[in-house]
Every structure is written in C-alpha cells, then in structure tokens.
C-alpha cells in the first residue's frame, strides 16, 4: 500500500518560513518524479513545484520562484519543500504527489499517488 505522508504544515507570519516534508512508503521511492501541489480555498489545485527521481532537474511555478526549494532524498525516501519570504497568497493544503511517468514536470492527471495534504496559513 503506497502512502504520502506529509509534516511541517502551520501557521507562520508573512516573511517567515516553513520545511515542508513527504514520507513515502509501499513503492520504489527512486523510480518517481515527486511534487509538491497546493490548493487555496476556491481555487484550482495547482502545481509548486517538482523534482525528477534523480533530483537533477527541478521545476517551480512562477509564483514561488526564488522563494521555495524543492529536495529529496532517496535513501529516506523522502521529499522536501523549504519555503521562505512566505506570503498571505501562500496559504493552502500543500499536496505530496508521485509520478512514475513524469520526468520531471508533474501534472494533476498525471500523478500516480497522492498524499492526504498540510495545511500551511499565512498570516499578514
């Protein structure tokens, strides 16, 4: 049974910062692209940001760019978010997904596994 488990949601002030963290467990971590999805309230679920299996190449909305990194590491099998300069536009469910398929660019229909999702509020 494939699980993405997802930590480090919160409630932080504009400005600060907050490490996003997926663990996964119940497929072969190495053999997927991995991203990160947010959706707002109202809003379409959107793609942050996405890294390929080898964490080699990496792709980021431009809404976040210079703000977010994306990182894995594939003997904990896990994936990670660092995001700083936080804005009140940040705020959303933050979203694990895997890929098998995808290189590095995941899209909504494309993801093979989903995790349950982090709350992150930015407060102004």
């Known amino acids: 049974q494939v699980q993405l488990v997802e930590s480090g949601g919160g409630v932080v002030q504009a400005g600060g910062s907050l490490r996003l963290s997926c663990a996964a467990s119940?497929?072969?971590?190495?053999?997927?692209?991995m991203g990160w999805f947010r959706q707002a309230p109202g809003k379409e679920r959107e793609l942050v940001a996405s890294i390929s299996w080898s964490g080699g190449t990496t792709h980021y909305a431009d809404s976040v760019k210079g703000r977010i990194a994306i990182s894995r590491d594939n003997a904990k099998n896990a994936v990670y978010l660092q995001m700083n300069s936080l804005k009140p536009e940040d705020t959303a469910v933050y979203y694990c997904a895997a890929d098998l398929r995808g290189s590095y660019y995941l899209t909504l229909n494309g993801v093979d596994y989903w995790g349950k999702g982090t709350l992150v509020t930015v407060s102004s």
């Open positions: 119940g497929l072969t971590f190495g053999e997927y692209a």
